[in-house]
C-alpha cells in the first residue's frame, strides 16, 4: 500500500531550545508515516510538550527543518501553521479537553469550525458534521445512552476523554495525538478507553501519536520511541 | 457555529459577571441619553421661545436682561419706555407690526402682561407657530384676560371665571382688590413657553387697575370717553417687511432722541443667555461621560480577570484548530456583545424612566421631553461608545494573544 510510506512528519536535524536556556530537544532524523501508531515514552517535564508543540506547528524550530504534511513549518506563517494544524491533527490531552459552555455535540463539531476540510470530510462521509460527530459520539459510547445535547459539565472523566477523542476524529485528519489521554483514569476506564481509541483511529485509517509515561501501554503499539532520543542533553 | 456564536455561549456561561458589566453599561447609556435629551430639549425649548419677532425693543439695559423680562419674564424692566417713543417707532417705514408689552403685575405667582390684541395675531414661537385658542379668544373689553394653558390648568380657571391681578409680583398683593375684575375670555393652547404662564390682558386693562376701578367703574369711564392710554410700556415687539432692514432699524432706535432706547435682535441675545449656561451643559455632559468611562472600565477590569481562568479554554481551541486571530476575534466578540446588549438596554432603560416621569417633568419643568428610539443626535454617542467598548475589547484580546503564544497548546494550567 503505497499510502503506508506517505511521510505525515519529517525531521531533519532540528534543534529547539527556549531563549535564553540550554537547547533542549534535539533530533537529527525522524518519520512519522501514514498508518502508525507510535508510542513516544516520556515522563512530564522532559520537554514533551514542548516536542508536541512543534509537532503540532505552534512552535517552529531554531534550526534544522519541521515538515508537517510535507510543508516546512519553519517557512510558513502563524495562521498557516494553524490552518495545517486544524486541518490534519487531532488532539486529545490528558484532561479539561472539553469547552464548558458547549454541549456534546457543540464540542465534538468544533474543529470542523475552525478547518474546512474536516467539515467537508465530515458532511461527505455522514451527510454533515453533526451526524458524524453523533455517529462518532455513539461508536464512543457503545454501553451508555448519551444525549448529544446534554452539556458537558456532568461527565465522568473518562466520559470526557472518550468525548475529546470523539473530538480528534471528526473530519478524519490524518494525525491523531494524544498526550497521556489515560493518566487521570482509573484502571478499567483506561483500558476500555484505549480499546475505543484504537478501534476508532483503525476505522478512521488515522496515524497515531501516543504520548504516555506508562510503560505497560507500549506492547499495543507497533513503533516506540523515548522522548529521550529528542532531548539534546540525553541523546547518545 | 461561528466566532460569534462561541462568544455568546462563553458569556452566557458566565452571566453573573456579563450581567453585571451589561448592567453598568445600560446604567451608564441612560444616563447619558438622558443628559442628552435634556440638554437638547432645553436649548430646543428654550429657542422656541420666540421666532418671527425681528426686534425687541426696551429701556437701555443690557440685551440678556431685556430678553429676559420681555420674553420669559424674569426680573424686572430698571425703566420703562414712553408710549410716544412707541406710537412713534411703530409707524416708521419698514415696520410691519409693533405690539406693546407692559410687565409688572402679577396673578397668584403668574406674570400678568398687558398689551394689545395684536399680539394674539403677530406673536409666534417655535417653528413661526403661531398662538392657539384651546377656549374662548382674545379679549374684546377692558377688563378681559386671556389665561396661557398652564395658568388655566394650574389654577383651575375656566372662561367666565373671575379674577384679581395684584399690583407688583408675588403670590399675595397688598392690595388686593375685593371686587374681581378681569374675566376670562379665553384660554390658550399650551406652547412650551413662558406664553403659557402667563396672563395676558390688554393695555387698558392694565391701567383701569391702577386706578383701581371695577368693570361697572371701567364701563362709565369708558363710556364718558375718559382715555385709558398708558403713558409707558415695559417694551415691545416689532415685526418688520425686509429683515434685511432689521440691522438699520436697530442703529435708528439704539441712537433714538426722546429716550435711549434698546433694540435687540432676538436669536442673537437668546445665543447669548444659552452661552451663559453652556457651562453648566458642559459640567452635565463631562459627568455622563465620565460614567460611561467609569462602565468601560469596569467591562475592561471583568474581561482582565476572566482571562487568567481562561486560558485553558484558549488552549484547547487552539489545539482544536482556532489561529490567533480566531482567539482574538473572540475576546473582541464578547466585549463588542456585552457593549451592544448594554446600549440596547440602556436605550430601553431610558425610554422606560422617561415614561414613568415625562408627566412630572413637563409638570416641574414645562419640558416635554418626546419618547423615541434614539434621534440623528444621540446615533452618534452611542457609536462612540460603542467604538470605546471595541477599543476597550483590544486589550484583553491583545493579552489573551500575548498568553496563546506562551501557553501553546499546554492545558495543565
Same mark, same amino acid.
Given at each position: 500500500?503505497?499510502?503506508?510510506?506517505?511521510?505525515?512528519?519529517?525531521?531533519?536535524?532540528?534543534?529547539?531550545?527556549?531563549?535564553?536556556?540550554?537547547?533542549?530537544?534535539?533530533?537529527?532524523?525522524?518519520?512519522?508515516?501514514?498508518?502508525?501508531?507510535?508510542?513516544?515514552?516520556?515522563?512530564?517535564?522532559?520537554?514533551?510538550?514542548?516536542?508536541?508543540?512543534?509537532?503540532?506547528?505552534?512552535?517552529?524550530?531554531?534550526?534544522?527543518?519541521?515538515?508537517?504534511?510535507?510543508?516546512?513549518?519553519?517557512?510558513?506563517?502563524?495562521?498557516?501553521?494553524?490552518?495545517?494544524?486544524?486541518?490534519?491533527?487531532?488532539?486529545?490531552?490528558?484532561?479539561?479537553?472539553?469547552?464548558?459552555?458547549?454541549?456534546?455535540?457543540?464540542?465534538?463539531?468544533?474543529?470542523?469550525?475552525?478547518?474546512?476540510?474536516?467539515?467537508?470530510?465530515?458532511?461527505?462521509?455522514?451527510?454533515?458534521?453533526?451526524?458524524?460527530?453523533?455517529?462518532?459520539?455513539?461508536?464512543?459510547?457503545?454501553?451508555?445512552?448519551?444525549?448529544?445535547?446534554?452539556?458537558?459539565?456532568?461527565?465522568?472523566?473518562?466520559?470526557?476523554?472518550?468525548?475529546?477523542?470523539?473530538?480528534?476524529?471528526?473530519?478524519?485528519?490524518?494525525?491523531?495525538?494524544?498526550?497521556?489521554?489515560?493518566?487521570?483514569?482509573?484502571?478499567?476506564?483506561?483500558?476500555?478507553?484505549?480499546?475505543?481509541?484504537?478501534?476508532?483511529?483503525?476505522?478512521?485509517?488515522?496515524?497515531?501519536?501516543?504520548?504516555?509515561?506508562?510503560?505497560?501501554?507500549?506492547?499495543?503499539?507497533?513503533?516506540?520511541?523515548?522522548?529521550?532520543?529528542?532531548?539534546?542533553?540525553?541523546?547518545? | 457555529?461561528?466566532?460569534?456564536?462561541?462568544?455568546?455561549?462563553?458569556?452566557?456561561?458566565?452571566?453573573?459577571?456579563?450581567?453585571?458589566?451589561?448592567?453598568?453599561?445600560?446604567?451608564?447609556?441612560?444616563?447619558?441619553?438622558?443628559?442628552?435629551?435634556?440638554?437638547?430639549?432645553?436649548?430646543?425649548?428654550?429657542?422656541?421661545?420666540?421666532?418671527?419677532?425681528?426686534?425687541?425693543?426696551?429701556?437701555?439695559?443690557?440685551?440678556?436682561?431685556?430678553?429676559?423680562?420681555?420674553?420669559?419674564?424674569?426680573?424686572?424692566?430698571?425703566?420703562?419706555?414712553?408710549?410716544?417713543?412707541?406710537?412713534?417707532?411703530?409707524?416708521?417705514?419698514?415696520?410691519?407690526?409693533?405690539?406693546?408689552?407692559?410687565?409688572?403685575?402679577?396673578?397668584?405667582?403668574?406674570?400678568?402682561?398687558?398689551?394689545?390684541?395684536?399680539?394674539?395675531?403677530?406673536?409666534?414661537?417655535?417653528?413661526?407657530?403661531?398662538?392657539?385658542?384651546?377656549?374662548?379668544?382674545?379679549?374684546?373689553?377692558?377688563?378681559?384676560?386671556?389665561?396661557?394653558?398652564?395658568?388655566?390648568?394650574?389654577?383651575?380657571?375656566?372662561?367666565?371665571?373671575?379674577?384679581?391681578?395684584?399690583?407688583?409680583?408675588?403670590?399675595?398683593?397688598?392690595?388686593?382688590?375685593?371686587?374681581?375684575?378681569?374675566?376670562?375670555?379665553?384660554?390658550?393652547?399650551?406652547?412650551?413657553?413662558?406664553?403659557?404662564?402667563?396672563?395676558?390682558?390688554?393695555?387698558?386693562?392694565?391701567?383701569?387697575?391702577?386706578?383701581?376701578?371695577?368693570?361697572?367703574?371701567?364701563?362709565?369711564?369708558?363710556?364718558?370717553?375718559?382715555?385709558?392710554?398708558?403713558?409707558?410700556?415695559?417694551?415691545?415687539?416689532?415685526?418688520?417687511?425686509?429683515?434685511?432692514?432689521?440691522?438699520?432699524?436697530?442703529?435708528?432706535?439704539?441712537?433714538?432722541?426722546?429716550?435711549?432706547?434698546?433694540?435687540?435682535?432676538?436669536?442673537?441675545?437668546?445665543?447669548?443667555?444659552?452661552?451663559?449656561?453652556?457651562?453648566?451643559?458642559?459640567?452635565?455632559?463631562?459627568?455622563?461621560?465620565?460614567?460611561?468611562?467609569?462602565?468601560? %472600565? /469596569? #467591562? +475592561?477590569?471583568?474581561?482582565?480577570?476572566?482571562?487568567?481562568?481562561? =486560558?485553558?479554554?484558549? &488552549?484547547?481551541?487552539? @489545539?482544536?484548530?482556532?489561529?490567533?486571530?480566531?482567539?482574538?476575534?473572540?475576546?473582541?466578540?464578547?466585549?463588542?456583545?456585552?457593549?451592544?446588549?448594554?446600549?440596547?438596554?440602556?436605550?430601553?432603560?431610558?425610554?422606560?424612566?422617561?415614561?414613568?416621569?415625562?408627566?412630572?417633568?413637563?409638570?416641574?419643568?414645562?419640558?416635554?421631553?418626546?419618547?423615541?428610539?434614539?434621534?440623528?443626535?444621540?446615533?452618534?454617542?452611542?457609536?462612540?461608545?460603542?467604538? %470605546? /467598548? #471595541? +477599543?476597550?475589547?483590544?486589550?484583553?484580546?491583545?493579552?489573551?494573544? =500575548?498568553?496563546?503564544? &506562551?501557553?501553546?497548546? @499546554?492545558?495543565?494550567?
Amino acid at each position: 500500500m503505497p499510502e503506508v510510506t506517505e511521510e505525515l512528519i519529517e525531521i531533519e536535524d532540528l534543534r529547539f531550545g527556549w531563549p535564553g536556556a540550554a537547547p533542549l530537544l534535539s533530533c537529527d532524523r525522524f518519520l512519522l508515516r501514514r498508518g502508525e501508531h507510535l508510542y513516544i515514552r516520556g515522563p512530564s517535564g522532559s520537554g514533551k510538550s514542548t516536542l508536541l508543540n512543534l509537532l503540532a506547528g505552534v512552535l517552529t524550530p531554531d534550526s534544522g527543518r519541521l515538515s508537517l504534511m510535507r510543508q516546512d513549518t519553519g517557512s510558513l506563517a502563524a495562521a498557516a501553521r494553524d490552518r495545517l494544524r486544524a486541518d490534519h491533527i487531532g488532539f486529545i490531552f490528558q484532561q479539561f479537553n472539553l469547552v464548558p459552555y458547549l454541549n456534546l455535540a457543540e464540542n465534538v463539531v468544533l474543529p470542523c469550525h475552525f478547518s474546512r476540510r474536516r467539515a467537508t470530510r465530515a458532511a461527505e462521509a455522514h451527510g454533515g458534521v453533526t451526524a458524524a460527530a453523533r455517529l462518532l459520539l455513539q461508536r464512543l459510547f457503545v454501553e451508555e445512552e448519551l444525549d448529544p445535547t446534554a452539556p458537558v459539565s456532568r461527565l465522568s472523566v473518562g466520559q470526557q476523554q472518550r468525548v475529546a477523542a470523539a473530538r480528534a476524529l471528526v473530519g478524519d485528519p490524518e494525525i491523531v495525538i494524544a498526550d497521556e489521554p489515560t493518566s487521570a483514569l482509573d484502571f478499567d476506564a483506561r483500558a476500555r478507553f484505549i480499546e475505543l481509541l484504537f478501534e476508532q483511529v483503525q476505522a478512521s485509517r488515522a496515524t497515531l501519536v501516543f504520548v504516555s509515561h506508562d510503560p505497560t501501554l507500549a506492547a499495543c503499539f507497533d513503533r516506540t520511541v523515548d522522548i529521550d532520543d529528542f532531548r539534546a542533553e540525553t541523546r547518545p | 457555529m461561528n466566532v460569534l456564536r462561541l462568544a455568546w455561549k462563553s458569556l452566557l456561561n458566565r452571566r453573573d459577571t456579563a450581567s453585571l458589566t451589561v448592567l453598568t453599561i445600560a446604567v451608564s447609556v441612560a444616563l447619558l441619553l438622558g443628559v442628552e435629551k435634556v440638554r437638547s430639549h432645553a436649548r430646543l425649548s428654550f429657542a422656541n421661545t420666540v421666532s418671527g419677532t425681528d426686534l425687541i425693543v426696551g429701556a437701555r439695559s443690557g440685551s440678556v436682561q431685556l430678553l429676559l423680562y420681555s420674553v420669559f419674564r424674569i426680573g424686572n424692566a430698571t425703566s420703562n419706555v414712553a408710549w410716544s417713543s412707541y406710537t412713534d417707532i411703530s409707524t416708521w417705514p419698514g415696520v410691519r407690526w409693533a405690539i406693546p408689552i407692559s410687565l409688572g403685575d402679577s396673578h397668584r405667582g403668574y406674570r400678568v402682561m398687558g398689551t394689545s390684541p395684536d399680539y394674539f395675531e403677530h406673536f409666534r414661537y417655535a417653528d413661526k407657530r403661531r398662538l392657539g385658542f384651546s377656549e374662548g379668544g382674545p379679549f374684546a373689553e377692558t377688563l378681559d384676560a386671556v389665561l396661557g394653558a398652564e395658568v388655566a390648568r394650574k389654577l383651575g380657571y375656566r372662561l367666565g371665571d373671575e379674577l384679581v391681578v395684584t399690583h407688583g409680583i408675588g403670590t399675595e398683593g397688598f392690595d388686593d382688590h375685593d371686587n374681581h375684575p378681569f374675566k376670562v375670555t379665553g384660554i390658550l393652547a399650551p406652547t412650551g413657553t413662558p406664553v403659557d404662564r402667563t396672563v395676558h390682558v390688554g393695555l387698558a386693562g392694565i391701567e383701569a387697575m391702577h386706578m383701581n376701578w371695577n368693570r361697572v367703574e371701567t364701563d362709565r369711564r369708558r363710556a364718558r370717553g375718559q382715555d385709558l392710554t398708558p403713558r409707558q410700556i415695559t417694551a415691545f415687539l416689532l415685526g418688520l417687511d425686509n429683515r434685511l432692514a432689521a440691522f438699520k432699524l436697530q442703529r435708528d432706535i439704539n441712537q433714538y432722541g426722546a429716550e435711549p432706547l434698546l433694540a435687540i435682535f432676538p436669536g442673537v441675545a437668546l445665543q447669548e443667555l444659552w452661552d451663559l449656561m453652556r457651562v453648566g451643559e458642559q459640567a452635565l455632559r463631562v459627568v455622563s461621560i465620565l460614567v460611561a468611562a467609569a462602565a468601560l %472600565a /469596569g #467591562l +475592561l477590569a471583568v474581561s482582565l480577570a476572566g482571562l487568567n481562568e481562561r =486560558r485553558r479554554e484558549m &488552549a484547547v481551541l487552539r @489545539s482544536v484548530g482556532a489561529g490567533y486571530r480566531h482567539v482574538m476575534e473572540l475576546l473582541l466578540m464578547e466585549s463588542a456583545l456585552l457593549t451592544l446588549v448594554g446600549i440596547a438596554m440602556g436605550v430601553a432603560m431610558q425610554n422606560l424612566a422617561l415614561r414613568a416621569l415625562q408627566p412630572w417633568i413637563v409638570e416641574r419643568f414645562g419640558l416635554l421631553l418626546p419618547i423615541s428610539l434614539p434621534t440623528a443626535g444621540e446615533w452618534p454617542l452611542l457609536g462612540g461608545l460603542m467604538t %470605546a /467598548g #471595541l +477599543l476597550v475589547g483590544l486589550v484583553p484580546a491583545w493579552r489573551c494573544y =500575548r498568553n496563546s503564544l &506562551a501557553d501553546g497548546l @499546554s492545558t495543565r494550567l
